[in-house]
């Protein structure tokens, strides 16, 4: 049976902006499923809401998630076939306050893409992860990603590699995380013993 989980993270100072997350996790031995609210700030003040199921192996099968501001909403529904293409619809009313890019994704670019991975939230970082056994050994291993911006919603390709760099105790472990994508981004993500994040530097911190 699958075991639910309540975490929260913080952004470290002085994070533009200031952000929040707080999310459910049904963990089970292959699949996840979570349930998430965050609040940023950045480029306006606004709450992002988020639902994640996944299929065998914690590759991702659907993620709905919205962004709420003031006098302003949009919605994206994005879904992973059997076949492995990418399905991703948009709503949207109001105007919003800042500039804000137009709703886009070209899909055929996240060929191989198994998971989807929300701007800013630690969870996301989780199913990679747990997919190859990363807490314990292995690696590096290179990803293909479907990156979610925020709070525009706009889907990306993103590049990414994951590789275990050590275990800390018996209940953490440190995995090198680092983007391919030519801005040069990496980091040394702690994790429990669960694999949900305890500390992603410069991201977000577990709350406790």
Known sequence: MPSRRCVAWSTP????????????VDLGTSRLEARGVAIGGVP???????ELETTDAFATERLAVSVRADGWSRAL???RRPSGQWEANWREQGAPSAAVPAPRADLAELAGALD????????FNTMPVLRHGLLRAGGPIDFVMAWISVPDLCVHRSAQRYAFVRVDGDD?????????????FAAEITYDAAGLVLD?????ARLR
């Open 200 to 204: 992603y530097p410069g991201i977000g």
């Open 44 to 50: 306006l003040p606004y709450r992002l809401d988020y």
């Open 77 to 79: 529904e994005m879904r």
């Open 172 to 184: 953490r472990s440190v995995v090198r995380f680092e983007s391919l994508s030519g801005d040069g």
């Open 13 to 24: 100072e002085p994070f533009p902006g200031g952000r929040a997350e707080f999310v459910e």
């Open 116 to 123: 989807v991975d929300v701007s800013l939230s630690p969870l």
